[in-house]
C-alpha cells in the first residue's frame, strides 16, 4: 500500500515549529467550503499547517466534521496527520479525519461490496503478490519442458527466475491496473507497438488474474482498489447513498502532499470532484519522490489543470537562509512540468555553519564522521536524538547506517518496512530449519546441516562445529570406523542418539537441533500447517526467554534482540495469513516463498516512540522535520541515479501506449534527462527537511568520489582530529587509557588521564578501571604444563624443534589452538597411505589416498580438483623414491613403528614419574650394507633439503637415540647408518625428491642432543614460555601461531 521506505514513526514526524501564519496562509484558510484549487509551496511553507487550520475553520464555522475528509499519499502520513486534526478540532469524530489514497478506496469498495451483498475484500500484500507471481513463472518453466514457451527467447528461464525479473512483473502489472489495461488491450497494444514481451505479459496477466480470482475471499492489490473505487464513485447516484456509506456525506476533500498520488489517485480525486466534492490539493512538485511507482510530476499538473485556481504560499518558515537558498539552487535545476508558481530565486545569503559538506577517505571514516557529528549535536548542543536524522539515497545504505551507527553507539533505527522478511537471518534461519525437516533425510547436504548449526537455531560457531566433527571422529576411530568428520556430523543429525557418544556441550546442543528436525518432520508428516511448523521450530529454539531479556537492557545487543524478536512476529503473522487463506496449502510453498521473495511486509504499526536517530531515505522522510538532518553517502553513481527503469518490459510505455495513439516513444537521452530530475527532486526533499544544520557526506577515494550534486554545497571538509575519537564514554575511555600508556605522553598529559580515568571508575564506566585492562589481571594458574608430581613428561620428536625455534608458539600448539590446514591434512594422509597401502606401486598408494580423502573439506570445487593434482604428485614422487629404494638393495624392515625411552633427569627420585621420549618413525630401512636408516617423509614446501641443515635436526636425532636405545625391535643388530628425511617438495626443479641425511651419533653429539631434550623439559614444565618476536613471530613466512599474540594493539600505533 505504501512505497518502499515510506514508514516513518510518529515520534520522528512531529508538527512543525509554531510560527504566526502569514497572509497567504490565511487567505487559504478563509476560502469558501466549497472553494477547488491546489495549493503550492516550497518546503516549510507550512502547507500542512495551513492544510490542519483550514479543517479547524472549517469544522469552527458549522461544517460537520464527517463531511470533511483529509488524503495523504501513505498510511503512515495519514496516521500522524490524524493525531494533528483530532488536537486542531477537539471535538469528538464518528471516524478519522484523515486516511490514506489506499484505505479511502478500500473503504469505498468494501461499502460496495457488502451492499451488494457479496463477501468483503481483502487487500493482497505485496510479498502475496510476489508469490503469485513466483508460482506462475515456476510453473512456466515446468511447462516448457514438453510444451512451446510463451515467452520471447531473450527472456529464457534464467532471467525469468531472478527476483528482478518478478519484481518489474509486479510493477507492470500494477501499472495495468492503475491505467485500466484488460489483457486482451495489452495483447492488442503489444501488437501494435511490435513488443513481443507484452503479448507474452497478456497471457500471464490473464492467468494471474484467474488465479487471484480463485483464492479464498475476494483479494485485491492496491492499483486494482482505487481503479475500482473509480468506477464506483462515476456510476453512484448522486448525493448521499447507501453505496458509499459514510463517505456520501464528505463535502469537503483535502489532499496533503498531492505531488505523490498516482495516477489512480488522480482520477479518484477526479470522480469525488464530479460528485461535487470540493477539493483542495496541497502539494510541491518539485519535491515528489513517487516516479518509480507512477507518481509522475505530470499527475499534479493534470490535478491543477482539473481543479482550477492555484493558491501560492510564498513564505519558507524551516531553516535557515543558507538551506533555503541551497533548496531553491537545487529546484531550479528540475525541469518545469506544470506547476512553477512556487519557485524563488537564491537570495545569496553568506554561507555559515548551517550548511557543511564532509568528503572522507573511506567508508569507515564516514560512519565515524556521521556518528561524532551527531553526538556533536546532541551531547554540545543539547539536540534531542529524535530531532536528528540520517537520509541516504536507498534502503541498502540504510540498512548500513543503521548496523554501524548502532555499533557506535548512536541510538539509530530505521523507519519503513524495510528489508524482505527473507533477507532477516532469524527468519532465514528458521524458515531454512522447516525446509531442510521437510525433505527426506537423504537429500540433506553435509554443508547445509553445517549452515543450521551456525545459524539462529544450533547456536554454533565454527570453532564448536570443528570441535563437534573432532569428537564424532575421534569416536569413530575408536570403534575401528573410517569416516569423515562431514559424514559422522550429517548421520548424527539424521540419528541424533549418535550425539550421546560425545559428551560436550557442542554435541548436546548439536542433538537438540538434531531431534528438532525430527519433530518438525514427524508434524509435517502429520499435516502441520506453515504456522504449526514454525511454532514448533521457535519453541524447541528456547531463544524467547534470552532474547527477551536481552531486548529490555540497553545498547546493541538490545537492539538486535529487538530486531530479532520483531522479525520473528512478522514471520508468524506472514504465516498466519497464509494458512488463512488457504487452511490445506503445503507449507513448503510458504517456506519457498519468504526465502525467494525480495518483498517487504508492510508494517501495520508504526514503531513505538523513543529517542533514536531516525534512519529514512527520501521517500521516507515525507512529511518529516528534525533540527539535524545528515544526508548520507551521496556518492558517484548512487546518488544521483540516472540508471532506468523499467527497460526490460518496456514499462515505462505503458501510459503513454494506452493514452497517446500513434506516440513516438522517448529516446534514451530524454529518458535519461527525467531520471536526473527524478533525482533532483529526492535530493531536494532531502536537503529540505532540516531547521538548524544540514550535513552532506560522501566517500572521496581511489575508487569512488563525491557525487556532482557537491557543486550544490560549500567546499567539502576532511575529516578533522576530533572525529578520530567518538563522543561517548566508551571513546573518553579509551582516549585517556592511550594517553596514559603512551611512553612519548607528557607527564603532565599521563597524569591527567590518570584522574580522568579514575573519575570515570568511580561511576562504574566499563572500561575505565585498570582492573579490567586486559593483561593487567594476575594469571588464573601458575601450576608447570607439566608436573611430574602426577604425570610423565612425554617430548614429541616432531614438536621438539617448534619448542627450540618459539616456545609461545609451541604451547598455543599444545594447548589445542592450531587450527590444521589442508595441507597438513594431505601430509597426513599421504603419510597413513605409506603404511597401509596394499602395494607400493603407484596405484595402490593413489587408492589408499583417495579411500581418505574424504576427511578433508574444500571451499570450492576447483580447489578440491587442485589439490588432488598436488596430492598425485606428490605420490608419484613417493613412488619413485620406493622403485629406486628397491632397486638399490633396500629392505623396509619397519613401517611406524612406537618407540618409547626414558630420558634420566637430575631430579628424578623426587618425583613418582618421569620424562619419556616417544613417537613413531615412519620407515626403518635397511640398506645392502647392514645399516640402519630411519627416513622421514616430509610433504611441505618449508623443509631443510641438505646435509647441513639437518646436522642438528631434533626430530631424527630423537630417532637415533631411539635406535642407540634399543627402542626399535626390528633395528637389533644392524649399524647404525643415520637418519634421513624424504622431503618430496624440494626447490629443486629437477629433483623428484631429496633425502638430507644426519650422520650417526658420536658420543659429543649424542650428550648434546640429551642436553637439548633436558633444556625443553624445563621448558614443558614451566609456567613461563617466551616468544622471540624479531627472529620468529613477526617474520610472515614463519606461518606460526603465535603471531596474532605479539601484535600490537592498534591504538598503540
Not at 529464457?156 to 509486479?170: H, L, M, Q
Not at 489483457?183 to 497471457?203: F, N, Y
Not at 448521499?240 to 482520477?267: C, K, M, S
Request: with cysteine; aromatic share 6%.
Amino acid at each position: 500500500m505504501t512505497d518502499r521506505g515510506a514508514a516513518v514513526s510518529a515520534r520522528a514526524v512531529e508538527a512543525p515549529t509554531e510560527h504566526r501564519s502569514d497572509a497567504a496562509q490565511q487567505a487559504v484558510v478563509a476560502l469558501p467550503a466549497a472553494a477547488s484549487g491546489v495549493v503550492v509551496g516550497a518546503p516549510g511553507s507550512g502547507k500542512t499547517t495551513t492544510l490542519v487550520a483550514r479543517v479547524a475553520a472549517l469544522v469552527a464555522a458549522g461544517i460537520d466534521p464527517d463531511a470533511i475528509l483529509v488524503l495523504t499519499p501513505s498510511r503512515q502520513t495519514a496516521t500522524v496527520l490524524r493525531d494533528r486534526l483530532a488536537l486542531a478540532v477537539g471535538r469528538a469524530t464518528s471516524g478519522a479525519l484523515a486516511r490514506s489514497v489506499a484505505s479511502f478506496a478500500f473503504q469505498i469498495v468494501r461499502g460496495a461490496e457488502v451492499h451488494a451483498g457479496n463477501e468483503p475484500p481483502q487487500l493482497l500484500t505485496g510479498g502475496d503478490e510476489d508469490q503469485i507471481i513466483q508460482d506462475l513463472l515456476d510453473g512456466d518453466a515446468e511447462d516448457e519442458g514438453h510444451a512451446p514457451s510463451r515467452w520471447p527467447e531473450w527472456l529464457g528461464p534464467a532471467i525469468r527466475g531472478t527476483r528482478g525479473f518478478r519484481t518489474d512483473v509486479r510493477t507492470f502489472l500494477a501499472e495495468c491496473a492503475t491505467l485500466g489495461i484488460e489483457p486482451a488491450q495489452l495483447r492488442a497494444l503489444g501488437e501494435a507497438h511490435t513488443l513481443p514481451a507484452w503479448i507474452s505479459l497478456a497471457s500471464f496477466y490473464t492467468e494471474y488474474l484467474r488465479v487471484r480470482a480463485d483464492m479464498r475471499g475476494a483479494h485485491r492489490d492496491a492499483a486494482g482498489l482505487v481503479r475500482e473505487a473509480v468506477g464506483i464513485l462515476r456510476v453512484a447516484p448522486a448525493g448521499p447513498t447507501p453505496v458509499l456509506g459514510a463517505f456520501g456525506r464528505v463535502r469537503v476533500l483535502l489532499i496533503d502532499d498531492a505531488q505523490e498520488l498516482t495516477l489512480g489517485g488522480v482520477e479518484l480525486v477526479e470522480a469525488c470532484r464530479a460528485r461535487g466534492v470540493a477539493v483542495l490539493a496541497f502539494g510541491d512538485p518539485d519535491v515528489g519522490s513517487g516516479a518509480f511507482r507512477g507518481a509522475m510530476p505530470e499527475n499534479f499538473a493534470r490535478l491543477a489543470g482539473s481543479l482550477g485556481a492555484i493558491s501560492v504560499l510564498p513564505t519558507g518558515h524551516r531553516g535557515t537562509p543558507v538551506q533555503t537558498d541551497l533548496l531553491r539552487e537545487v529546484t531550479q535545476r528540475i525541469g518545469a512540468v506544470g506547476v512553477v508558481a512556487h519557485r524563488a530565486a537564491p537570495t545569496g545569503s553568506a554561507p555559515d555553519e548551517s550548511v557543511q559538506a564532509f568528503a572522507l577517505r573511506s567508508a569507515s571514516e564516514e560512519f565515524d564522521a556521521i556518528a561524532r557529528l551527531l553526538r556533536e549535536r546532541h551531547v554540545h548542543d543539547g539536540v534531542p536524538w529524535a530531532q536528528c536524522a540520517v537520509i541516504a539515497h536507498d534502503t541498502r545504505q540504510v540498512a548500513a547506517l543503521e548496523a554501524e551507527l548502532t555499533a557506535r553507539e548512536v541510538p539509530a533505527r530505521a523507519s519503513g518496512p524495510g528489508r524482505a522478511l527473507g533477507m532477516l537471518r532469524p527468519v532465514r534461519d528458521l524458515l531454512r530449519l522447516v525446509e531442510i525437516a521437510t525433505r527426506d533425510a537423504a537429500t540433506w547436504t553435509s554443508d547445509e546441516l553445517t549452515d543450521v548449526l551456525l545459524g539462529t537455531v544450533g547456536g554454533l560457531d565454527a570453532i564448536d562445529v570443528r570441535r563437534l566433527r573432532t569428537a564424532l571422529r575421534h569416536t569413530e576411530l575408536a570403534a575401528g570406523g573410517e569416516r569423515a568428520g562431514r559424514e559422522l556430523l550429517a548421520s548424527a543429525m539424521t540419528q541424533p542418539l549418535e550425539f550421546d557418544l560425545v559428551d560436550t556441550r557442542e554435541a548436546r546442543r548439536a542433538a537438540r537441533t538434531a531431534r528438532t528436525l525430527a519433530a518438525l518432520r514427524t508434524e509435517f508428516d502429520g499435516g502441520g500447517s506453515a504456522h504449526e511448523l514454525l511454532w514448533t521450530a521457535w519453541e524447541q529454539s528456547r531463544l524467547e526467554k534470552p532474547w527477551a531479556e536481552a531486548a529490555r537492557g540497553t545498547g546493541p545487543l538490545a537492539e538486535q534482540a529487538g530486531r530479532d524478536l520483531d522479525a520473528v512476529v512478522a514471520l508468524f503473522e506472514a504465516a498466519k495469513r497464509f494458512v488463512e487463506r488457504g487452511p490445506d496449502a503445503d507449507p513448503r510453498v510458504f517456506v519457498r516463498g519468504i526465502l525467494d521473495s525480495d518483498v517487504a511486509e508492510d508494517r501495520l504499526a508504526a514503531p513505538p516512540p523513543e529517542q533514536s536517530v531516525r534512519l529514512l531515505t527520501p521517500a521516507g522522510a515525507l512529511g518529516t522535520e528534525f533540527d539535524t538532518v545528515v544526508v548520507a553517502g551521496v556518492q558517484e553513481g548512487v546518488w544521483p541515479n540516472t540508471r532506468l527503469r523499467g527497460g526490460l518490459l518496456d514499462t515505462w510505455r505503458l501510459a503513454d501506449a494506452a493514452t497517446r495513439v500513434d506516440a513516438a516513444a522517448p529516446g534514451i537521452l530524454d529518458r535519461r534527462r527525467a531520471a536526473m530530475h527524478d533525482e533532483l527532486r529526492l535530493f531536494a526533499r532531502a536537503v529540505s527537511r532540516s531547521r538548524s544544520r544540514l550535513i552532506v557526506t560522501a566517500v572521496d577515494d581511489d575508487d569512488t568520489g563525491p557525487s556532482v550534486l557537491f557543486e550544490f554545497l560549500p567546499t567539502p571538509q576532511g575529516a578533522t582530529r576530533a572525529m578520530e575519537h567518538p563522543l561517548s564514554l566508551r571513546g573518553l575511555v579509551a582516549l585517556h587509557r592511550r594517553a596514559l600508556t603512551d611512553p612519548y605522553a607528557a607527564p603532565r598529559a599521563r597524569e591527567r588521564a590518570a584522574g580522568q580515568l579514575a573519575l570515570l571508575a568511580d561511576a562504574a564506566v566499563a572500561g575505565a578501571a585498570p582492573m579490567q585492562w586486559y593483561g593487567v589481571a594476575a594469571p588464573t594458574s601458575t601450576a608447570p604444563l607439566r608436573d611430574l608430581a602426577k604425570e610423565d613428561v612425554r617430548v614429541s620428536p616432531s614438536r621438539l624443534h617448534a619448542l627450540e625455534e618459539c616456545q609461545l608458539n609451541w604451547v598455543i600448539g599444545d594447548l589445542g589452538g592450531d587450527p590444521g590446514g589442508t595441507t597438513a591434512g594431505i601430509g597426513t594422509i599421504i603419510h597413513a597411505a605409506l603404511e597401509h597401502a596394499e602395494g607400493q606401486d603407484e596405484e595402490s598408494i593413489w587408492n589408499a589416498v583417495m579411500a581418505r580423502w574424504g576427511e578433508l573439506s574444500f571451499e570450492a570445487d576447483w580447489r578440491d580438483r587442485a589439490e588432488q593434482t598436488r596430492a598425485r604428485d606428490l605420490v608419484r614422487r613417493l613412488h619413485l623414491y620406493l622403485r629406486r629404494f628397491e632397486a638399490a638393495g633396500g629392505v623396509l624392515i619397519g613401517a611406524e613403528p612406537h618407540f618409547e625411552v626414558a630420558i634420566p633427569v637430575d631430579d628424578a627420585d623426587t618425583y613418582e614419574h618421569g620424562v619419556i621420549l616417544s613417537g613413531y618413525i615412519d620407515r626403518v630401512e635397511l640398506m645392502p650394507d647392514d645399516t640402519v636408516v630411519i627416513v622421514d617423509l616430509k610433504t611441505g614446501k618449508r623443509e631443510p633439503q641438505t646435509d647441513a641443515k639437518v646436522l642438528d635436526n631434533p626430530q631424527l636425532a630423537a630417532y637415533q637415540l631411539a635406535f642407540e636405545s634399543g627402542a626399535i625391535p626390528e633395528a637389533a643388530g644392524h649399524k647404525p647408518g643415520g637418519a634421513a628425511l624424504l622431503v618430496l617438495r624440494p626447490t629443486a626443479a629437477r629433483a623428484d625428491y631429496v633425502t638430507p641425511r644426519q650422520p650417526p651419533f658420536d658420543d659429543e653429539r649424542r650428550d648434546a642432543f640429551l642436553g637439548r631434550i633436558s633444556d625443553a623439559v624445563v621448558v614443558m614444565r614451566g609456567d613461563h614460555f617466551s616468544a622471540p618476536y624479531e627472529e620468529h613471530c613477526r617474520d610472515e613466512h614463519s606461518y606460526g601461531l603465535c603471531r596474532i599474540h605479539t601484535i600490537s594493539a592498534v591504538s598503540a600505533s
